[in-house]
């Protein structure tokens, strides 16, 4: 996924694959691999000047395609730099006779500079070309680099936001299929299933009830409906945090309580939705019991904050990547090194205070090798919850009620799917109007995953 550059020197570019990572970040699909001089075709005059060449990334919408080519040169003469300029223009007019778009690049004085020359240009009939200082970007390189990032139509980014959407409500359905399965919380999913949800008047009422009869039994009557119709919400944001140290039941319960504080602290007439409020509360329940109480071992609130930390960074790797992280590349994001990184995501596991040489009983199999199977690497966590989180880290930019709509219209909560009538009438809106809702909401998303729509 795209994002903005800061205004700072950019990481050291040493080698192709550091380049390569700096196109990532602009949303283009990192591909690093090395290919023949010969495959792409120029004259002998161009081809015997070159050392390498590089397929650093790639951007495909449709049948167009877009690539990004590093070159390395023979140049050996004091007064190469300017030569290299007419080089990767000829080289330019020669790849524009091919049907792909082409980036060409070539380094300067050992990455500290790179001169970058595009094969074609909408508005002109020839190549244009500039070089940038990896070492002291200016707002004109910056600039420069931001409007190289590969455009995406409005459907295509679209599609995309909706494809995670629908992805996401789909493993939430099926992960509360395979819940059920326990008699006990199948009893209690099936009887807070019997409580709707609530409009928004509806909660204004009961918010009202409350106020006016405080410390009475209808001011608790109306408490308890609130809590009673928003159980369902604590389950779905329960389910997000299943293995982590904590029985799923232990987690609803954390989760009521959550809920039951929300509900204490609500300002209805701000105008917001209480699922909306309530959902920051519930998850901070939840994350305080899984650090708390969730591992043998208790572990310190300082080491529970570096692993939320990291599982940020990589998040936003995963998005500039275009592809799971390594723990290496975590790592160079942060203060620590490869190992403590390990080491945190060893401990977000759980800690065991048994020896890992001793034999499971009648067995001559180790208990670190069981553990071995059973637990994924680092790598595999990571993956397992950037979808997920990513999605919900998108939602969180939009206004209460585009949440509401886009929950409600996929089934991201509750599992059951709503058509736009049926959200119209639990949020007192027209048809017409909740899909303006929905559109403005789907705006805001794509320009969260393609942000360098916004500069155009």
């Known amino acids: 996924m795209a994002t903005s550059l800061d205004l700072q020197p950019l990481p050291s570019l040493r080698n192709a694959h550091e380049v390569a990572s700096l196109f990532g970040s602009l949303g283009y699909k990192v591909v690093g691999q090395s290919i ?19 397929c650093l990334a790639e951007y495909r919408q449709g049948s ?15 007064s190469y730099k300017r030569s290299l300029g007419s080089l990767m223009q000829k080289i330019a007019r020669q790849l524009a006779k091919r049907p792909e778009y082409y980036l060409l690049l070539v380094t ?3 990455y500290r500079n790179l001169h970058v020359t595009c094969s074609q240009r909408a508005d002109k009939p020839g190549p244009f070309s500039f070089s940038i200082n ?36 789909v493993e939430q359905r099926e992960e509360q299929g395979s819940s059920l399965q326990k ?3 199948g009893l209690y999913l099936s009887k807070i299933s019997r409580y709707p949800l609530l409009s928004q008047a509806e909660e204004v009422t009961l918010f009202r009830q409350m106020a006016v009869f405080a410390d009475t039994d209808q001011a608790a009557r109306a408490r308890r409906k609130l809590i009673q119709h928003n159980l369902r919400l604590v389950v779905s944001i329960a389910k997000q945090f299943q293995g982590r140290g904590l029985e799923f039941d232990d987690l609803i319960q954390e989760g009521n309580i959550g809920l039951m504080q929300a509900i204490e602290k609500f300002d209805y007439a701000r105008g917001n939705r209480l699922s909306t409020y309530a959902t920051w ?10 650090a708390q109480q969730g591992r043998l071992i208790r572990l310190p609130v300082h080491i529970w904050e570096k692993m939320t930390m990291l599982k940020k960074r990589a998040q936003m790797l995963s998005q500039k990547l275009d592809r799971t992280p390594t723990v290496m590349e975590v790592a160079s994001t942060t203060e620590f090194t490869a190992d403590q990184v390990q080491k945190l995501l060893s401990s977000h596991r759980g800690t065991v205070c048994l020896s890992l040489e001793a034999p499971i009983l009648n067995t001559d199999v180790k208990l670190e090798d069981r553990l071995l199977d059973e637990v994924n690497t680092p790598e595999q966590q990571l993956k397992a919850l950037e979808r997920k989180d990513y999605l919900y880290k998108l939602l969180d930019q939009l206004k209460p009620r585009e949440q509401v709509v886009i929950i409600l219209h996929y089934g991201l909560e509750d599992h059951e799917k709503h058509s736009l009538a049926e959200i119209g009438r639990i949020l007192n809106l027209s048809r017409e109007r909740v899909r303006q809702i929905e559109n403005k909401a789907f705006s ?9 729509r916004r500069n155009r």
């Open 183 to 185: 008699d006990g919380l």
């Open 281 to 290: 509360w519930i998850r901070q329940a939840i994350t305080r019991a899984i």
């Open 134 to 169: 990896c070492q002291d970007l200016s707002y004109q390189d910056r600039n420069r680099l931001q409007k190289l990032a590969p455009k995406v139509s409005v459907r295509q980014s679209q599609k995309q936001v909706s494809q995670l959407i629908q992805q996401v409500a």
């Open 108 to 110: 300067v004085d050992g």
């Open 36 to 54: 023949d001089v010969t495959h792409l075709e120029l004259p002998h005059s161009l081809e015997s000047q070159l050392h390498a060449v590089h």
């Open 64 to 78: 167009a395609r877009q690539v990004i080519l590093l070159f390395e040169t023979r140049m050996t003469d004091p």
């Open 444 to 452: 805001t998303l794509i320009h969260q995953v393609h942000p360098a």
